[in-house]
């Protein structure tokens, strides 16, 4: 992409609502706009990211057997009145009516309406296991909507939704999620700390949640430190997930909610890490919550009628955004992991209309674009220092400045964002370097 026909449109000023990082950047990045209180325009560099994260999310659910599905951001009122839903959730769900006085709302999460869907269709255990998942925008009337997409009114979420025939075999599903969640924030570039969690107005008796540590998380959070360090699971076979997940639930981690702070305190002194957190995923098992009242049953291999036990999964897609950003920026601004960067690599020329220089990064850009990194090049005609802050502030993993200067002597500077270090090479050289760099990613 040429920036002089991208549209980014910078801000200079930080708005003075944006009280966070991830938010002032997000801003100032020309990544997403307000439209209303915590509903927000993604902006095509927003945009961007969110499908790339979206994307991991999706090959990792799909690593991890759950089937991609999409459910309608309108709902039918009645799925939450037979759950006895629609009055519990309150003034957080947004209420319609249609022009025939049906009453509507606009889906905080799907639980009702996908056992609706199982139910009509699944009868009998041969049919179990199933999970089922979507990728779909959600809407919460937020008492705060804050911290621009981390606290959002309209936000993007995977919910997954696992069906089994006894506790035993959903146990299995809530353990294959909780492994397929630690490889997706892995791969994302975050550390995801699993707590023991409150289950609230989805229900249940197990929930987790997963958190990233930031000073500017809502949660509070008391954990082993052991945790924060501990390296992703990858693929775990069918036999070894209850002991796999025994094993990375074994250390204490709470949040504020469930935090116990005689249990806290026989972790060893060196050992203790109180700090904050921001919720990236949450997942839980409730059993029959939402199928014994819907009567969503299966027959068994015994002839007999049994309820059909249920889990659901959460991931903040959108909220994920600016959770990256919360734990990867510097005072220049965003620093994107490899992953999810918008452009795998900047390519800045200092002397637009210079001859050498134009063709110089011409012939980068068409061989970055060649290998698969999707560079952005900045032709436009600003002065060499505001190309610098703008490339630092969009956060690319690596820039490749191509000067006058260097170019006599037939060589560009490299520079890798995350520690600022800068090279110098032929511009072939650079080419390769950034490839390598992304190959050795994947
Ligand atoms: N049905 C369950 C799991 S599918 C559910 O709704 N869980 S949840 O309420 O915990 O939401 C799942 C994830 O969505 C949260 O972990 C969080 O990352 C994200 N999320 C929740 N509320 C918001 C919000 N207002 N703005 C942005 N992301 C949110």
Not at 56 to 79: C, D, F, K, W, Y
Not at 349 to 372: F, H, Q, R
Request: charged share 25%.
């Amino acid at each position: 992409m040429r920036l002089s026909r991208y549209f980014l449109p910078l801000l200079k000023e930080t708005p003075a609502d944006a009280t966070i990082a991830s938010h002032r950047f997000m801003l100032r990045a020309g990544m997403v706009k307000q439209d209303s209180a915590g509903i927000y325009i993604w902006l095509p560099l927003g945009h961007k990211v969110l499908k790339k994260i979206e994307q991991i999310v999706r090959e990792e659910q799909n690593r991890a057997g759950a089937v991609e599905m999409l459910m309608p951001t309108i709902q039918s009122a009645n799925h939450w009145k037979e759950t006895g839903r629609y009055d519990a959730y309150g003034p957080e769900m947004l209420r319609i009516k249609d022009r025939g006085d049906r009453e509507l709302l606009y889906g905080p999460t799907n639980e009702d309406m996908i056992t609706d869907m199982f139910r009509s269709f699944v009868r009998s255990y041969k049919d179990l296991p199933q999970c089922l998942y979507h990728i779909q925008w959600k809407f919460r009337d937020e008492r705060r909507p804050r911290f621009g997409v981390m606290r959002g009114r309209e936000f993007l979420m995977k919910d997954a939704y696992s069906f089994d025939i006894d506790a035993d075999s959903a146990k299995q599903a809530y353990y294959r999620q909780f492994m397929a969640y630690l490889n997706t924030f892995a791969r994302l570039g975050l550390k995801a700390v699993p707590m023991r969690a409150d289950t609230g107005p989805i229900g249940g008796d197990l929930s987790h949640e997963f958190l990233i540590l930031a000073e500017t998380g809502e949660s509070e959070v008391f954990c082993h430190k052991d945790l924060v360090d501990m390296a992703a699971p990858g693929e775990v076979a069918d036999d070894a997930l209850e002991a796999t997940f025994k094993e990375r639930t074994a250390l204490y981690a709470r949040t504020d909610e469930m935090h116990v702070p005689e249990d806290f305190a026989k972790v060893p002194d060196d050992k203790q890490l109180s700090a904050r957190g921001i919720e990236v995923g949450h997942i839980f098992y409730f059993g029959d919550k939402y199928s014994a009242p819907m009567k969503a049953q299966v027959t068994g291999a015994d002839g007999k009628n049994v309820n059909i036990q249920m889990g659901s999964y959460g991931v903040g897609v959108s909220r994920l955004v600016g959770g990256i950003i919360e734990a990867s920026h510097d005072e220049n601004g965003i620093i994107w992991p490899k992953s999810v960067a918008p452009f795998g690599a900047g390519i800045i020329n200092l002397k637009l209309g210079n001859e050498e220089v134009d063709a110089a990064c011409e012939g980068i850009y068409a061989k970055l674009s060649k290998a698969g990194i999707d560079p952005l090049y900045d032709d436009k005609n600003d002065r060499g220092g505001q190309k610098f802050a703008r490339m630092d502030l969009i956060g690319l993993p690596y820039q490749i400045v191509v000067g006058p200067r260097g170019l006599k002597n037939g060589i560009v500077e490299v520079k890798t964002r995350a520690t600022g270090k800068r090279q110098e090479m032929s511009p072939q050289a650079a080419i390769n370097f950034i490839t390598a760099e992304y190959e050795s990613e994947a």
